[in-house]
């Protein structure tokens, strides 16, 4: 799977641009701080999951004194060529267009095109709040099969059912109430097991590849056989959900709000034993980070047969050069598109290069 073709209008600090990174190795976007490189990459994830890595919204992402922004994605996966169109409308409605076609249904732009990305701010993966790393999870969960992202989206309207059932009832059950929490107390039940048994079955698959990953990223030979990669999924709740949700009801509703579920468990990841996110050093909790993306990277190359897009924001600033030159060897085959405003390793494979300036792109 590559990107051939990508067109910017009146995308972030952009007034028209046109990129064509190579399909294989390395397209390498050089300039300073403030160029746009970022904003390159975040138009190919915007393409590939319609939304921004920056958790940005539509307004942020269309020009200033703009009142649309376009962006239109030429894409190779199998053989096949898909063209995404994609119409950023802070004020009304955005457009999102497959093969000319209005999209029907998010999974099937999943289905075309998929994309994984790291930036400097993964680092929360690891060190973060629980909230980040469920998100990973679901993210590659919903990347891994369809079904996934239907299941998720089930458990987050059930959650805000229930919470807000919770919240209108003053901390009183009332007559008729308790029958009404009851059916979302049986739903939440039952999405919320099938969510956590899906969660772990991801996370036994992939403490393999983030393992080999990490292994690979580290600086020496020496290092990377004395650390030893766990991941595990912490459940926040002991024995069958239905029975944890009925003892939790008395408190859910004085506090107004579900304290049960899936919503609450977390991904914990140890070298040598030791929890990462606060045992681990800044160097080895940032490799950690890479390698958890990296991991979930071969995870979905394996499973679809097709390797997503990589895209890398200014990742050689964040490692010391040992593990500056460890990524570079050990990238995974297929395109990667990698931002810097500065030197990166001579063991590189960088198959293109375009210079970015104030908004333009220029092949070099």
């Known amino acids: 799977m590559h990107v051939d073709h990508l067109e910017l209008v009146r995308f972030r600090n952009y007034e028209e641009a046109v990129f064509e990174p190579s399909p294989e190795g390395v397209t390498l976007l050089r300039g300073d701080n403030g160029a746009g490189k970022t904003n390159?990459?975040?138009?190919?994830?915007y393409v590939t999951t319609l939304r921004s890595f920056r958790g940005t919204g539509a307004a942020a992402l269309v020009r200033q004194g703009s009142e649309q922004a376009v962006l239109r994605a030429e894409v190779s996966r199998e053989g096949r060529r898909v063209l995404v169109e994609v119409e950023l409308n802070p004020a009304g409605r955005d457009r999102v267009r497959l093969n000319r076609q209005p999209l029907r249904r998010s999974s099937d732009l999943l289905s075309a095109v998929s994309s994984t990305v790291f930036t400097p701010d993964d680092i929360e993966v690891v060190?973060?709040?629980?909230?980040?790393?469920?998100d990973y999870l679901d993210d590659l969960l919903a990347a891994l099969h369809p079904r996934n992202s239907a299941l998720l989206a089930e458990?987050?309207?059930?959650?805000?059912?229930?919470n807000a059932l919770l919240r209108s009832s003053g901390g009183l059950l009332r007559a008729g109430m308790a029958e009404t929490l009851d059916v979302w107390d049986a739903k939440l039940a039952q999405t919320g097991e099938l969510v956590a048994q899906a969660r772990e079955e991801l996370v036994e698959a992939l403490q393999p590849e983030v393992a080999a990953a990490y292994k690979a990223l580290s600086a020496a030979p020496s290092e990377a056989g004395r650390q030893v990669v766990r991941l595990r999924y912490e459940r926040s709740w002991q024995g069958p959900l239905a029975e944890a949700v009925a003892r939790a009801r008395s408190e859910d509703l004085r506090r107004a709000v579900t304290s049960a579920g899936p919503?609450?468990?977390?991904?914990?990841?140890?070298?040598?034993?030791?929890?990462s996110r606060g045992q681990s050093s800044q160097g080895e909790q940032r490799s950690l980070a890479l390698a958890i993306r990296l991991g979930g990277h071969a995870l979905v190359t394996a499973r679809q047969g097709s390797s997503p897009v990589l895209l890398l924001d200014d990742i050689f600033s964040e490692l010391d050069p040992g593990r500056c030159a460890a990524l570079a060897h050990c990238l995974p085959p297929g395109q990667a598109l990698l931002t810097t405003a500065?030197?990166?390793?001579?063991?590189?494979?960088?198959?293109?290069?375009?210079?970015?300036?104030?908004g333009t792109l220029t092949q070099l």
């Open 40 to 45: 390159v990459l975040e138009a190919v994830g």
């Open 127 to 134: 060190k973060g709040g629980p909230g980040g790393r469920r």
């Open 155 to 162: 458990l987050e309207r059930v959650l805000r059912q229930r």
């Open 263 to 275: 919503h609450r468990d977390d991904l914990v990841a140890t070298v040598n034993g030791l929890t």
């Open 342 to 358: 500065g030197a990166v390793p001579g063991e590189l494979p960088v198959a293109r290069c375009y210079r970015v300036s104030a």
